[in-house]
């Protein structure tokens, strides 16, 4: 019913690899939500992401921003910053949320979970250099800590080392006096989220499950 | 005067004649099936009819509405994607835990607890509490029934004068119907379980109570005009074992023991309540207990395990949510019933909103006003899905594995999988609680870390 309809501007399902799980009545409906963060443009940029009043309060609002310019989640060959993403750009972060799905195999589930730890991964590491460093682990924290006036920097700092030689003796083992810790790796950090199946707490779903199809 | 005495016996004649006919039919088409557990299709056939009507209405309100310049309320204003209200601490919790095992309580920072803030920032950027007010171009299919939908205003007249005669059926048609099966069916409940209890225990007791049981069931699933889909029925459950499903309403219980044979678990109320559990527990063993008796945890624990070490007992039913939950998500699961080691039978129940809402708010509704409810909506269509067994692995404790199940569950349901306790569904998530989330967050943090440098 809502394919005869037709929304213009927003693309056909078949141009993504979206699984059929998706309806298009769920795509419509991020379409809307698009067209409204972008004020009826075609494109967004990061102003518009300001017009959420709920993402104000949460600590980090900027790296969650700046995950949806971040070309190595649009899928896209050059690396950097994008300055404006279109609806596509917008549905491709979104699937890095999508639901687990019923039929999938071993090497699929896996390569789902990848997916979306590579988006928490991508998070951490701000300068694509496909490793968090100290700095980047301790800017982090105290973008999370941040909520807090009273805490000081020099605390959140030590926090965040200590969490990071925490990780160096996951990743590493024991290291010798000399051994410099270059940085947590993608595998290391795979390594870290064993045991948290990330890919059931990892979505976000759409409220009104299409069930006619399984209840007769 | 002459003339109104042979009249009158006319109408009473006719009223009688009809009122026969009814019966019979009534016999013939829904009695008799249940005995036998067969079914004439009837009530899918009534199904897809329905569906016809609720589009074309859809589509007279959208052309209505359109015509007329009228927005349109969108019925779900909850929003478009599911929620969770979970507390910051539970779910830093529940992901350290199944991480690397380090509690909260023992300080630092942990890799994984970004996941947390960055979730909650995706569902905020996909949908806000400030723009599910109005939709101008599409509604829900709307299902004729005026308690889902907030459109309903004068459109057209041939929509009102079909959601009158929808009223008409319902309330004058359905409705008496449905309470005379409901009350057939739970007399011979009563009963037909009373006269078995009379038998000496043996092959014959069993083999009729479980056929007086599956036929009240089953009748009572017909007074509720309830339309289900049961997938894999090759994993119901089987002696022994306990069968763990999500919950709704009430109204589970019987979509569940129409199709299999289970034993109850639950308290003695009074009332019709009472009599029902007296009388069934004659003529198999349920295990009920006394109110004084469901505080006792262990004593609770103590006679679930003789239950299933009894391989001739029947698997117990349970649902360890402990209250009922809207059909879109699943709670914490109490973890009593996975403390007994016995092989646990997941089973997913979904309705479909469409045709009746089948969650029972308690705090909204009495029993009596959400079963007067259920009688008046078209009909109510679910879906079962039969999980295959699960155990309790070695390494996990009881806590982890009810997680385990919990996630089949909604993961072969589509419902959220969410991890707060269902108490909490009575009060609603305060906004000052999204600004406390970041400083308590930190206060985490930070508060342990001083609390270790200090000893």
Redesign the interface.
């Given at each position: 019913?809502?394919l005869q309809?037709g929304v213009p501007g927003a693309p056909c399902a078949r141009h993504f690899s979206f699984p059929p799980t998706v309806t298009s009545e769920?795509i419509?409906?991020?379409h809307?939500?698009f067209k409204?963060?972008s004020r009826d443009q075609l494109t967004i940029r990061k102003e518009n992401?300001d017009s959420?009043?709920?993402?104000e309060?949460?600590?980090?609002?900027g790296?969650?921003v700046h995950a949806f310019f971040d070309k190595r989640n649009l899928r896209q060959e050059s690396d950097g910053l994008a300055d404006e993403i279109n609806f596509e750009d917008f549905l491709t972060i979104?699937s890095y949320?999508r639901p687990?799905e019923?039929n999938m195999d071993e090497e699929q589930l896996d390569r789902f979970r990848k997916e979306k730890l590579k988006f928490?991964f991508h998070?951490?590491d701000s300068d694509h250099d496909g490793k968090i460093t100290l700095q980047e682990y301790r800017n982090?924290?105290e973008e999370?800590?941040?909520?807090?006036p009273h805490?000081e920097k020099e605390?959140a700092r030590?926090?965040?080392d200590?969490?990071m030689m925490?990780?160096a003796s996951?990743c590493v083992g024991q290291m010798g006096p000399d051994q410099v810790y270059e940085g947590i790796t993608f595998e290391d950090?795979l390594k870290?989220?064993?045991?948290?199946?990330?890919e059931?707490?990892?979505h976000?779903?759409?409220?009104?499950?299409e069930?006619?199809a399984?209840?007769? | 005067m002459f003339l109104l005495l042979p009249f009158d016996s006319l109408v009473v004649n006719l009223l009688g004649i009809s009122i026969t006919v009814l019966f019979t039919l009534l016999l013939v088409f829904i009695i008799v099936p249940a005995i036998f557990g067969v079914s004439f299709g009837i009530r899918?056939v009534y199904?897809k009819t329905l569906l016809k009507i609720f589009?074309w209405a859809t589509l007279r309100i959208e052309r209505g509405a359109k015509e007329k310049n009228h927005p349109l309320y969108k019925p779900?204003v909850?929003?478009?994607?599911?929620k969770e209200p979970t507390s910051l601490e539970e779910e830093i919790k529940e992901?350290r835990r199944?991480?690397?095992g380090k509690a909260l309580d023992t300080?630092?920072?942990?890799?994984?607890?970004?996941?947390y803030?960055?979730?909650?920032?995706?569902?905020?950027?996909?949908?806000?509490?400030?723009?599910k007010r109005f939709?101008a171009?599409?509604l829900?299919s709307w299902n004729l029934l005026s308690r889902t939908n907030y459109n309903f205003q004068y459109i057209s007249l041939r929509l009102t004068v079909l959601w009158g005669l929808g009223v008409l059926i319902r309330y004058c048609f359905l409705l008496p119907l449905r309470i005379v099966l409901a009350f057939t069916g739970i007399s011979l409940l009563v009963a037909g379980t009373t006269v078995v209890g009379y038998l000496p225990n043996g092959r014959c007791k069993e083999f009729l109570s479980k056929h007086v049981h599956l036929m009240c069931y089953r009748i009572c699933v017909r007074a509720l005009t309830a339309?289900i889909?049961y997938?894999d029925r090759e994993n119901r459950p089987r002696n022994g074992g306990i069968c763990v499903a999500n919950h709704t309403s009430p109204i589970d219980v019987i979509i569940l023991a129409s199709d299999g044979y289970y034993a109850m678990v639950g308290q003695i109320h009074g009332g019709l309540m009472g009599v029902i559990q007296r009388a069934m527990v004659k003529a198999c063993p349920h295990v009920w207990f006394e109110r004084s008796e469901v505080k006792d945890r262990h004593l609770v624990a103590k006679r679930l395990t003789e239950h299933v070490q009894d391989k001739s007992k029947l698997p117990i039913l349970i649902f360890p949510e402990g209250t009922c939950i809207n059909n879109?998500s699943v709670m914490m699961f109490k973890k009593g019933s996975f403390e007994i080691g016995a092989t646990v039978y997941p089973v997913a129940i979904?309705?479909?909103?469409?045709f009746g809402d089948a969650f029972w708010n308690s705090s909204k509704y009495g029993m009596v006003t959400y079963l007067l409810r259920m009688m008046t909506s078209w009909a109510i269509?679910?879906?079962v899905w039969y999980l295959p067994p699960m155990t309790r692995q070695p390494e996990e404790d009881a806590v982890q594995f009810a997680n385990r199940v919990k996630?089949a569950i909604?993961?072969?349901g589509?419902?959220?999988?969410l991890l707060w306790d269902g108490g909490l569904k009575r009060e609603k998530v305060k906004d000052t609680f999204?600004?406390e989330?970041?400083?308590l967050?930190?206060?985490m943090?930070?508060g342990n870390?001083?609390d270790r440098s200090r000893s």
């Open positions: 019913r809502a309809r769920q419509e409906h991020l809307r939500r409204q963060l992401f959420i009043p709920d993402l309060f949460n600590p980090i609002r790296k969650i979104m949320f687990i019923m928490l998070m951490y982090v924290v999370l800590l941040s909520g807090n805490l605390s030590s926090i965040a200590g969490a925490e990780a996951i950090f870290m989220w064993q045991g948290i199946d990330i059931t707490k990892m976000v779903r759409f409220l009104n499950m069930t006619i399984h209840c007769y | 899918k199904m589009q779900y909850n929003g478009i994607i599911a992901i199944s991480g690397s300080p630092e920072f942990e890799l994984s607890d970004i996941f803030f960055c979730r909650k920032g995706i569902e905020t950027i996909m949908d806000d509490e400030v723009t939709s171009e599409e829900e339309i889909t997938h879109t979904k309705y479909d909103p469409q269509v679910c879906s996630s909604a993961r072969q589509g419902l959220v999988d999204k600004e989330q970041q400083k967050y930190s206060k943090i930070v870390h001083e």
